[in-house]
């Protein structure tokens, strides 16, 4: 029997610091995923504390799904992880394997249907399945799940309108063969970027796409095993880091032990946003200390783009470690010039227009006595919009910085991302329609020095050729279908079209 519970309560769509600040939201992160095989131990509360520490992945949902070996509860909501969950609703969660998740949308609304983890039965049981990344053949996934016997709709929730509900439904289908081998043969034909973690009742799987995309890695407890989208989760409960999950790897662990299988080559493109902004700085991303990128961008900037100031200051909280790194390699002082509110970002609670109309000011205080009379140099970790420097330069001007000089530790974010980041539409990057020296005109900077992308490749010390890097140079590693069939909304949209399976409109790019 399968019990699936959630609050049913509805909070709104978790994304008020777009609404904070309509305008000009940051990359959006994407999700985070974890996973524990563990008999003995408190398995939703290792995960309740790994999805803790990837809270920075996702804001929008989080749900657990546990198995107790005979059948699996899931539980989900809109909202944090510490929005969602309590001790009692913890301490219902019984079981000795578990999966969760950390929502930001990439494919679907933002809405309870389509938070995870995705629960579907199966033939013999179910599953339940947390996904990372953003899948770029939703519309083959679409075709395909409505030729199932058992077709829901397409989706395992009627109203769930997700990439990875279809992915699910596609999984939970196995008439004739085990959970592991419909795996096997389904992931070779999933196209985009998966980071995956799934429960049947008895087996705890992670699988990660050919490309590497998103991380996902392997770590170890006394008693058990743990998956994890970055290590500091497993650092968080407790588990030492085995390996990563690698691309095209699946893996098994059940009470046999831990199974892997190869289900493509692997043509490794790992995301160099990662390393920008993405994952938490103390996270080890194919072998490079994130932070350590960060100041190596940091002081590459200092060498690309020097300038005479008094004090280099970061945007908090991301910006820090090249703030730190440009500080270091100009001999310019590092100092902290502005404050950052870290609670206000996430709330239910509405602000009144007036206090919309404060924007940033809510989330972020410029330190008078720090800044006034001094030659400024602002660090940050990537300009989308424009609106957000904007907004950060005036207040510095009137806290009375005598200059202000803008070093962003990435290049121009100039195309979109179809693998789990949302940024903005073309139209609305900033560095689509301006050059350097018109973006810093305006944004009111005094100068602007982007890094440039070598120097950010040497930073990561990966190969060029083992990166994306599309979002700055328009090179996509795995090729992208005719642009009708990409679209955040394009589930949403087949829904309310009668030419499902058909090309269909884009409402909005990711
Ligand atoms: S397009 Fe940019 S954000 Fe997206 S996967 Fe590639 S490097 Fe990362």
Redesign the pocket.
């Known amino acids: 029997m399968v019990n699936l519970t959630s609050s049913g309560r509805r909070r709104g769509d978790g994304r008020l610091t777009a609404a904070l600040d309509p305008h000009d939201q940051g ?1 959006q992160d994407h999700c985070g995923v974890f996973g524990v095989w563990a008999p003995g131990e408190d398995v939703a509360k290792l995960t309740y504390f790994g999805l803790y520490a990837l809270q920075h992945r996702g804001q929008e949902s989080a749900g657990i799904a546990v198995s107790n070996g005979r059948q699996i509860l899931v539980y989900k909501d809109m909202g944090l992880v510490s929005q969602v969950f309590d001790e009692a609703t913890l301490d219902s969660l019984h079981g000795h394997l578990a999966v969760g998740h950390a929502r930001y949308s990439t494919t679907g609304a933002s809405v309870w249907e389509n938070a995870q983890p995705i629960f579907h039965p199966t033939g013999e049981g179910s599953v339940a399945l947390g996904h990372n990344g953003n899948l770029i053949n939703v519309h083959e996934l679409r075709d395909w799940a409505a030729e199932l016997p058992e077709h829901t709709g397409g989706r395992s929730n009627p109203v769930s309108t997700n990439d990875t509900s279809l992915l699910t439904e596609l999984l939970a289908h196995h008439p004739d063969s085990s959970l592991e081998q419909r795996a096997l043969e389904l992931l070779p034909q999933v196209k985009g ?1 998966f980071s995956l973690v799934w429960i049947n009742e008895d087996t705890l799987y992670a699988a990660r796409d050919p490309q590497g ?2 991380p996902l890695v392997l770590g170890r407890l006394e008693r058990g095993w743990v998956v994890a989208s970055e290590d500091s989760a497993l650092a968080t409960v407790g588990a030492s880091v085995v390996r990563e999950i690698e691309p095209g790897e699946m893996v098994a662990i059940d009470e046999s032990g831990l199974r892997t299988h190869r289900f493509a080559e692997p043509e490794r ?6 390393y920008v902004y ?1 994952a938490r700085p103390d996270a080890t991303i194919a072998g490079r200390n994130v932070h350590e990128a960060r100041v190596e961008m940091g002081r590459q900037l200092a060498r690309e783009f020097p300038v005479e100031a008094d004090l280099v200051i970061p945007v908090p909280e991301s910006g820090t470690p090249a703030a730190t790194g440009y500080a270091e390699e100009s001999g310019i002082p590092f100092g902290q010039g502005f404050v950052k509110n870290s609670y206000v970002g996430r709330t239910f609670i509405q602000p009144s227009q007036t206090l919309r109309q404060l924007g940033i000011r809510l989330k972020l205080n410029a330190l008078e006595h720090v800044i006034r009379g001094k030659r400024i140099v602002v660090v940050d970790d990537s300009i989308v919009r424009g609106n957000t420097q904007r907004a950060q330069i005036r207040m510095l001007r009137e806290a009375g910085a005598a200059e202000v000089h803008v070093r962003i530790s990435s290049p121009p ?1 100039k ?7 949302d ?1 903005a539409t073309r139209a609305e990057l900033i560095a689509n329609g301006l050059d350097v020296d018109e973006i810093a005109n305006s944004v009111g900077a005094d100068s602007l020095g982007y890094i440039s992308l070598e120097g950010m490749i040497a930073a990561t010390k990966q190969e060029r050729s083992a ?6 140079t328009g090179e ?2 795995v090729q992208l279908p005719d642009e009708s069939l990409l679209g955040k909304h394009l589930l949403e949209v087949s829904l309310q079209s009668p030419t499902v399976g058909k090309a269909l409109p884009v409402l909005n790019n990711p």
């Open positions: 990359p970027a995309i998103r493109k790992g995301c160099v946003f990662e993405l974010v195309w979109p991302c179809f693998y789990g980041i940024f990166l994306c890097t599309a979002c700055f996509y590693p």
